[in-house]
């Protein structure tokens, strides 16, 4: 008789880590579910996580190494195969230079203990400076200035997404992505909560996002022209003294050299580069000065 059991696990997709429930009948995946008694995503789940069945049941999913050759692939064993991989990349460093050999990291590799542990030992023997992965194509302007401002690059700062009363958001669509960077599972609750306790949501999109059709208000930024929203929203917050240090203001400094930037960027000057009025702008900049907690956050 065919046994049922379900097993309850995170989901490794992303860092938003939700809690996932997997129904089983017998070794066969049935249905993946949010965990409701899971604390952190509360049953929040997304497309990835269910289609986590589809995947591990693939036919096509390689399970075993695999040679490619003149009449098609050939199974060969682990031994086998990672010794000629290791025959190969030496053969072709030797032969064109150490940067000849490319890496690539995706995702999930920071949820796998084997990756963790020995993927930058082998990328320091291979000594190549051909490295890729889901950080270089995704975050690495963010580590930057996280290395920049604060000393270290995963220094990065987390929006309190559950204790801001104003919310920008720049190029991102946290309800599809649940807020990257941000660790924030069941994230259109908790904006949803913001906007119940009184608060507002801004998004400056080119497109209406699905986030953005849930704010109280959408900027349809023409792309590319966030930088210029920015210094526009900086030199209206420094030009009308509305930028309040407070306790920071013993460990900032450069707020001078920051003023002196964004002075050739006044909302007039950006309006018609970004596509928003310069009212809208300086509208933005003042109702995210007079929040007692506000947020920018963008991708």
């Not at 065919?2 to 017998?26: N, V």
Request: proline share 6%; with cysteine; charged share 25%.
């Amino acid at each position: 008789m065919a046994e049922a059991r379900t097993h309850f696990r995170t989901c490794h997709l992303c860092e938003a880590m939700c809690g996932i429930a997997i129904d089983l009948q017998d070794d066969r995946i049935t249905a993946i579910r949010g965990d409701h008694d899971d604390p952190f995503s509360r049953g929040h789940i997304c497309p990835k996580a269910v289609a986590l069945q589809d995947v591990h049941h693939d036919p096509d999913r390689l399970r075993r190494p695999l040679r490619r050759t003149a009449a098609g692939w050939e199974e060969v064993g682990w031994e086998e195969a990672l010794s000629e991989a290791a025959q190969r990349l030496a053969a072709i460093q030797k032969a064109h230079g150490k940067n000849a050999v490319a890496v690539y990291q995706g995702n999930p590799v920071v949820h796998n203990h084997g990756a963790l542990l020995f993927g930058q030992v082998l990328l320091k023997s291979l000594g190549s400076r051909s490295r890729f992965s889901a950080t270089s194509v995704d975050q690495l302007p963010q580590m930057l200035a996280s290395l920049l401002m604060f000393g270290h690059q995963l220094l990065l700062p987390i929006p309190d997404i559950d204790r801001t009363d104003f919310r920008l958001i720049l190029g991102a669509n946290p309800l599809a992505s649940n807020g990257s960077l941000m660790t924030a599972p069941g994230v259109e609750k908790r904006l949803r909560a913001i906007q119940a306790r009184g608060g507002r949501i801004v998004v400056a999109d080119p497109r209406r996002s699905e986030t953005a059709a849930i704010a109280d208000r959408h900027l349809p930024i023409r792309p590319g022209a966030d930088a210029l929203l920015l210094a526009a929203l900086l030199h209206t917050l420094l030009e009308e003294r509305l930028a309040r240090a407070g306790r920071l203001s013993e460990f900032t400094d450069g707020l001078h050299v920051l003023a002196d930037a964004v002075k050739p960027f006044p909302a007039e000057a950006v309006a018609d580069p970004t596509g928003i009025p310069a009212t809208a702008i300086r509208e933005l900049a003042r109702d995210f000065a007079a929040a007692s907690t506000a947020v920018a956050y963008g991708r």
